[in-house]
């Protein structure tokens, strides 16, 4: 990383004061949009005294595309994929999370077996995601080789999401009052045999860090929160359970059926950087254990909520050869799910946090407004006062550690 | 996880109302009362979360936007939504929360940047999404979906000054229409499709 003073880029739309009242000692350092340790496109105006950060700005919103106002003029069931690329390493989770409130304010609870696969779908999500943000993140500190076992137990995930809904990463699986198709033959006993494979690399992975000199050196003590700032500032998921609050959504206001599930919440005690890995790495381990779980458990009936006349189209087979169910699917694919008038907000405990939806409905096919709490643009919020008086290199271990994506948090 | 009474609520805190909501209890919050109720919320209902700050705007009623703040109490589980109507329809100003919940920084500037609220004794209160100096408020409901279409300059003030107009974004505008590219509600149809519009009454 260059120490000397670089001028910031794309001076027309974003100059700034920010060089000029500097102090006759100080530098500023423009790091970002596009640097490795930013995972994706955020930009930190650092103020450094030396290789201490005075001042730590970050610059949002390379990545704002408008999904509030885009959501606004279309139907709820349009808006699905957009909702993969909020946090697009967990798109299935956000799907989730998206119809739950969706189906919230319509007073809509989906069956049993819907549900089930819901839970799978988002604790999948959740190893995906922390097996990236674990990977990146120890090669945030210099780790490497970490990166490689966790991406290829990461593409057999992928593989897994191929086989379900066609696509690895903008999967767009949910519907509102159900889900796209079911599960199809001999994919659970795939998912087994994939968790059965996990559980050992994981341990290679925690071999690999936990106890490593380097890493522990690097991340121990630095970037600590403290259980009253992660509140103060917003703070969820894993981020405020390493600075030792227990909370998590699925315990604390089960949705889905999660209280059916057995499962512990790992929390932390200092709020450092190695709590914050800690934490993360025994999820992998308590999500693999709720989804074997789930597929013992795994419910028979149907995908979607039958009785949902006016929200979830029927199967293409009967549309095809019966009035009714035409008639049926041609008003919801036009006009959009038929959802009544009302104010919801529903958070869901997703692999970066609380991700919330807002939504306002005057009724019919379209939102009046919907917002979108992302948990990243939180977690992001309290980056200038943990970075303050760190070191330089400490900033990137910092950033790594509270595993961001930008996606989700310029919307 | 047990809900909240809201008749507790509104006997402790006389200027709420009761608000209808389909989930969470939820109040109506005059605007001069809002920093009283945050810091009674804080201190003494245990709401020590702020989730979300953000508005809606009720495009052609008054008062024209309202702020929604939703609490989470970590220790209870239960979330409270208010909503506070704000007054000025064309700058509409709402107190601060930053000095109760540091959080609330983002997120009304977020709301500043998305609706143009001004968040009095708010440290910093630029724009966080889009870039200084953009004009527009996007999330206002008066903005376009497309571009507007308009006068590109005279072909031979073109010639003379080589002035190209680029159809926006980056140009800081509800989005200006380029011959290049052909008239903005026509390569974009949504935009020009009147019955997804707020000015319109939606189809029934």
């Known amino acids: ?411 | 996880m047990e809900d909240l009474k809201l008749s507790q609520l509104t006997g402790s805190y006389p200027f709420l109302t009761p608000r209808s909501s389909s989930d969470h209890p939820a109040v109506n919050c005059p605007v001069e009362n809002l920093l009283e109720l945050a810091g009674a919320l804080k201190e003494r209902e245990g709401f020590d979360l702020l989730s979300d700050i953000t508005c809606i705007d009720w495009f052609r009623s008054s008062p024209r936007f309202s702020a929604v703040y939703h609490f989470y109490s970590s220790i209870d589980h239960r979330y409270l939504r208010v909503v506070v109507p704000l007054q000025d329809d064309e700058h509409p100003r709402a107190p601060s929360l930053t000095g109760l919940w540091p959080a609330a920084d983002w997120h009304e500037r977020e709301a500043y940047d998305m609706f143009g609220v001004e968040f009095e004794n708010h440290p910093d209160l630029r724009r966080i999404l889009m870039w200084e100096g953009y004009d527009w408020h996007p999330l206002r409901k008066e903005f376009p979906l497309a571009g507007h279409d308009t006068e590109l300059p005279d072909e031979e003030i073109r010639r003379e000054s080589g002035t190209r107009v680029i159809p926006a974004p980056m140009e800081g505008g509800p989005f200006a229409a380029s011959q290049e590219r052909g008239i903005m509600s026509r390569s974009e149809p949504r935009g020009a499709d009147e019955s997804w519009n707020e000015s319109k009454e939606k189809p029934q």
């Open chain 1, 1 to 411: 990383m260059a120490t000397h003073q670089i001028s910031v880029g794309d001076v027309r739309s974003r100059t700034s004061d920010f060089e000029k009242d500097l102090g006759p000692e100080k530098m500023s350092l423009n790091m970002g949009p596009s640097h490795p340790s930013t995972h994706g496109v955020l930009r930190l105006r650092l103020e450094l005294d030396g290789e201490v950060v005075t001042k730590c700005d970050p610059d949002l919103g390379y990545l704002h595309r408008g999904d509030e106002k885009i959501a606004e003029n279309m139907t709820y069931n349009q808006f699905i994929p957009y909702t993969d690329r909020l946090d697009y390493l967990a798109p299935l989770a956000n799907n989730v999370a998206f119809a739950l409130a969706v189906e919230k304010l319509a007073h809509l609870e989906v069956p049993p077996r819907c549900q089930a696969i819901r839970v799978i779908l988002c604790e999948l999500a959740r190893i995906s995601a922390h097996l990236l943000g674990l990977g990146v993140y120890a090669m945030d500190t210099g780790a490497l080789s970490v990166f490689m076992y966790t991406f290829t137990e990461r593409e057999k995930l992928y593989t897994l999401f191929e086989k379900l809904t066609g696509a690895r990463l903008t999967t767009s699986f949910t519907r509102i009052g159900g889900l796209a198709r079911d599960l199809p033959e001999g994919w659970l006993g795939e998912v087994n045999r994939f968790i059965a494979n996990l559980i050992p690399q994981v341990d290679e992975v925690d071999a690999l860090l936990t106890r490593n000199r380097i890493f522990v050196d690097r991340t121990r003590e630095v970037g600590v929160i403290s259980a009253e700032d992660a509140l103060a500032y917003g703070l969820t998921g894993p981020n405020l359970r390493a600075s030792g609050v227990p909370s998590d959504l699925r315990k604390d206001r089960p949705y889905c059926g999660y209280r059916n599930y057995d499962f512990d919440l790992p929390v932390g005690e200092v709020g450092d950087c190695y709590d914050r890995y800690r934490v993360r790495m025994e999820e992998i381990r308590q999500s693999a254990g709720i989804v074997r779980q789930v597929i013992e458990k795994m419910p028979d009936g149907p995908y979607y909520a039958e009785e949902a006349k006016r929200i979830f189209p029927p199967p293409k087979d009967r549309v095809m050869t019966r009035m009714e169910e035409l008639i049926q699917n041609f008003m919801i694919t036009t006009q959009g799910p038929q959802i009544p008038p009302g104010e919801v907000y529903f958070e869901a405990e997703n692999p970066k946090g609380a991700l919330g939806f807002f939504i306002h409905s005057k009724g019919g096919g379209v939102p009046y407004r919907l917002k979108i709490r992302g948990p990243s643009f939180c977690n992001l919020s309290i980056l200038p006062k943990v970075c303050l008086g760190a070191m330089l290199s400490d900033v990137v271990v910092i950033l790594g550690s509270l595993d961001f994506v930008m996606g989700e948090c310029d919307r």
